[in-house]
């Protein structure tokens, strides 16, 4: 079975500081992956999401970028947080194998900035 | 641009009740539709999944309805339980562009009361 692991599940940063957050996959080859955000009293917003490898589209610009070293590994960065980026970071996944492309989400890191 | 919207943006219901969540959507050449649930601080859990071609999908007390051409979708729920208390989002893959990308709704914040 595939399972979704993110961490840290909760994070305190100053304004300022680097930002790294790391999404894996398990159980499951070439997923599409994404970030998404959830800020207070809004909806999911996406971030980014990958198809493959060093493949990174970005859906809105902003302060941060993201990465996939590895076929199951996604990571969202930061050089310097601001305040808004305060918020709930969620990783999730979706197969090419299955033509429905569910998509199931991680545990999500909760991600404040002072 | 799709914008999808959900009402009510909250509801407190007596155990035991029958209730009904609305999802709309603005453009309805969809691929896909999928309803989740999280619960506070959590993820998301994938409940239903409808295709653009389906009508409905059932799983144990939940129905989920799609009409296509008036852009909307209805998550029934039979029988609550306190246990159904959470936030219910809907959200939509178009047919065009790339990386299955969702938008989400805003949610519906349920409490299902002893």
């Known amino acids: 079975s595939q399972t979704i692991h993110q961490w840290p599940a909760t994070l305190v940063q100053p304004v300022g500081s680097p930002l790294s957050l790391e999404c894996t996959v398990e159980g499951t080859s070439n997923p599409n992956l994404y970030w998404y955000r959830q800020a207070a009293g809004r909806g999911l917003q996406l971030l980014f999401y990958s198809v493959g490898i060093g493949q990174i589209s970005s859906e809105v610009p902003q302060n941060l970028s993201a990465s996939r070293p590895q076929d199951r590994q996604f990571i969202l960065s930061s050089k310097k947080l601001l305040l808004s980026d305060s918020g709930f970071y969620l990783c999730?996944?979706?197969?090419?194998?299955?033509?429905?492309?569910?998509?199931?989400f991680g545990p999500g890191t909760r991600l404040t900035v002072t | 641009k799709q914008e999808v919207t959900q009402i009510p943006a909250a509801l407190s219901v007596p155990e035991g009740e029958n209730l009904v969540l609305n999802c709309s959507f603005t453009d309805s050449a969809i691929y896909n539709l999928q309803w989740f649930r999280q619960d506070p601080g959590k993820g998301l859990t994938s409940l239903l999944l409808?295709?653009?071609?389906?009508r409905e999908q059932t799983s144990g007390r939940l129905n989920a309805s799609l009409d296509k051409s008036s852009g909307r979708s209805t998550l029934y729920i039979a029988a609550s339980q306190p246990g159904d208390s959470a936030t219910y989002l809907c959200?939509?893959?178009?047919?065009?562009?790339?990386?299955?990308?969702?938008?989400f709704g805003t949610g519906t914040q349920l409490k299902v009361e002893l």
């Open positions: 959200a939509v893959r178009l047919l065009t562009g790339g990386g299955n990308k969702l938008t």
């Open positions: 999730a996944w979706s197969t090419q194998a299955i033509r429905v492309h569910e998509q199931y």
């Open positions: 409808i295709q653009s071609s389906q």
